[in-house]
C-alpha cells in the first residue's frame, strides 16, 4: 500500500517567489527553503494540497466546501497579477490518486465536489514553486472552504484530512505521499479592520502564537475547540486559511513537528512532519 511520508505547511503570499528571488538570503527564502529541505529528505512521489482557493475555480453561485481536483494537469496562476508570479502551463496533476481520494470521500461519507476542468491560482503555485519548483511531483488539490462565511466546523475539517490519510494508506501500490497545507495562521485583507491606505490590518499575534503552539505541542483538541468560526473571523478575513493547516492535522495524527517557526508579524507558519 502506499505510504504517507511527510507533511507541510506554508503560507502563499503571492510575492513571495518575487522576495526569494531578490533575496536569495533573506528571512522568507530561508524559511521556505527550511521546508523544502525537509519535503526533498522524504522525496515523495505524490503531493496532496489542502488549499482555499480565492475564487479562481470556485465562487458564490458553485462554492462547495470540500471539492477535489481530478484531471491530468492545470496551469495557473490565471488571472492573478502580481509582480513576479511564474505562469506554469503544465502542473501535474495525480490523477489517479485524485480519483481514489474522491471515491474514499464518498465511502467516508464526505459529499465531495468534483472538478475535471481547473486552473489553480497563487495560493496552488507560490506554494507549489516553493516546495516543488521543477513541478516534478504531480499534486492533487483538495479545496476547503476557508474564504467565504459561513465556513465549515472546524472537526470536519479535520475529519476530512483523517479522511485523505485513510486514502492514502488505502492506496494500491508503494507510492509515497506528502501532504502540504497553504495559507496563513491569520490575516485580514481588504477587510473592515485594514490599515487606511494598506491592504489589511496586522495579523492577530496572540491567535497565531496559540495556534501554533498547539501544533508544536501536539494539542489538537486544543485548537479544534478555539477554531470556531468567531474566532477566525476575529482574528482576519483570510483566517479562515488555517482550516488548511487542520486538515493536515487530520492527516498527521498523534505527531509532532519535526520543525515549525513563525511569523508574528505576517501571521505565518512553516513545518514539516516526517516519518523518517
Known amino acids: 500500500m502506499a505510504e504517507l511520508v511527510g507533511a507541510f505547511g506554508v503560507p502563499h503570499m503571492p510575492n513571495s517567489p518575487l522576495s526569494v528571488r531578490t533575496e536569495p538570503r533573506g528571512e522568507l527564502a530561508q524559511l521556505f527553503g527550511m521546508v523544502r ?58 490523477e489517479a490518486l485524485a480519483r481514489h481520494i474522491y471515491v474514499c470521500g464518498l465511502d467516508h461519507g464526505f459529499d465531495l465536489t468534483l472538478t475535471e476542468e481547473f486552473t489553480v491560482d497563487h495560493s496552488v503555485t507560490v506554494p507549489l514553486e516553493m516546495l516543488n519548483p521543477a513541478m516534478e511531483r504531480p499534486f492533487v488539490p483538495f ?22 490519510r485513510q486514502a492514502i494508506d488505502a492506496l494500491p501500490g508503494d507510492a509515497r505521499v506528502a501532504v502540504v497545507a497553504s495559507g496563513a495562521i491569520s490575516g485580514d485583507i481588504g477587510g473592515p479592520h485594514a490599515s487606511p491606505g494598506g491592504p489589511g490590518a496586522p495579523a492577530d499575534e496572540a491567535w497565531v502564537r496559540f495556534a501554533v503552539e498547539c501544533m508544536r505541542e501536539c494539542k489538537t483538541n486544543d485548537l479544534l475547540n478555539a477554531a470556531t468560526r468567531e474566532r477566525l473571523q476575529r482574528a ?39 516519518w523518517d
Open 143 to 164: 479545496w476547503v472552504n476557508g474564504i467565504a462565511p459561513p465556513l465549515p466546523l472546524s472537526r470536519r475539517v479535520f475529519a476530512a484530512g483523517q479522511m485523505v
Open 37 to 94: 529541505d525537509h519535503l526533498d529528505a522524504v522525496d515523495p512521489d505524490f503531493l496532496v494540497l489542502f488549499d482555499t482557493d480565492h475564487f479562481a475555480t470556485w465562487y458564490y453561485e458553485k462554492l462547495p466546501v470540500f471539492a477535489v481536483g481530478v484531471a491530468h494537469e492545470t496551469s495557473g496562476p490565471g488571472t492573478d497579477d502580481w509582480p513576479g508570479l511564474t505562469s506554469f502551463l503544465n502542473i501535474p496533476v495525480a
Open 236 to 274: 482576519g478575513n483570510v483566517t479562515g486559511e488555517v482550516l488548511n493547516w487542520i486538515a493536515l492535522l487530520g492527516a498527521v495524527g498523534e505527531r509532532r513537528p519535526r520543525q515549525i517557526e513563525q511569523q508574528l508579524r505576517g501571521g505565518n507558519a512553516y513545518a514539516a512532519w516526517r
